[in-house]
C-alpha cells in the first residue's frame, strides 16, 4: 500500500519561508518523479512542481518559479519543496503526488495535471499573512 504523508506547513508572514516534506513508502521512490500540487481557497488543484527520479530535471508552475525549489533525498524516501518569499496568494493546501496512470515509465515528469496521478498525501496547510 503506497502512503504518501506531507510536513512542514504553518502560518508564515508574507516574504518569510517554509519547507514543505513528503514522504513516500510503498513504491520504489528511486523510480518515480515526484510531485506538489496545491489547492487554493475556491480554485482547482494546481501543480507546483515536480521532479524527475534522479533530481536532475525539475518543473515549476510559473507563479513559483525562482521562490519554491523542489530537491529530493532517495536513501530516506522523501523530497521536499523549499518556498522562499512566500505570498498571500500561495495559501494553500499543498499535496504530493506520485505514480502516472497514462504511462508506463514514472522518472520523468510528463506533466503537471493532477487528474494524471494516483497516488496522494493529505496535505499539509500553508497559510500565508500579508
Known amino acids: 500500500q503506497v502512503q504518501m504523508v506531507e510536513s512542514g506547513g504553518g502560518f508564515v508572514q508574507a516574504g518569510e519561508s517554509l519547507t514543505l516534506s513528503c514522504t513516500t513508502s510503498g513504491l520504489e521512490f528511486e523510480n518515480y518523479a515526484m510531485t506538489w500540487f496545491r489547492r487554493r481557497p475556491g480554485k482547482e488543484r494546481e501543480g507546483v512542481s515536480c521532479i524527475t527520479w534522479n533530481g536532475q530535471e525539475s518543473q515549476y508552475l510559473d507563479s513559483v518559479q525562482g521562490r519554491f525549489t523542489v530537491s529530493r533525498d532517495n536513501a530516506n524516501n522523501v523530497h521536499f519543496l523549499q518556498m522562499n518569499a512566500l505570498k498571500p496568494e500561495d495559501t494553500a493546501m499543498y499535496y504530493c503526488?506520485?505514480?502516472?496512470?497514462?504511462?508506463?515509465?514514472?522518472?520523468?515528469?510528463?506533466?503537471?495535471?493532477?487528474?494524471?496521478?494516483?497516488?496522494w498525501g493529505t496535505g499539509t496547510q500553508v497559510t500565508v499573512s500579508s
Open positions: 503526488a506520485a505514480n502516472y496512470a497514462r504511462y508506463s515509465a514514472q522518472r520523468r515528469c510528463w506533466s503537471l495535471l493532477a487528474a494524471d496521478f494516483t497516488y
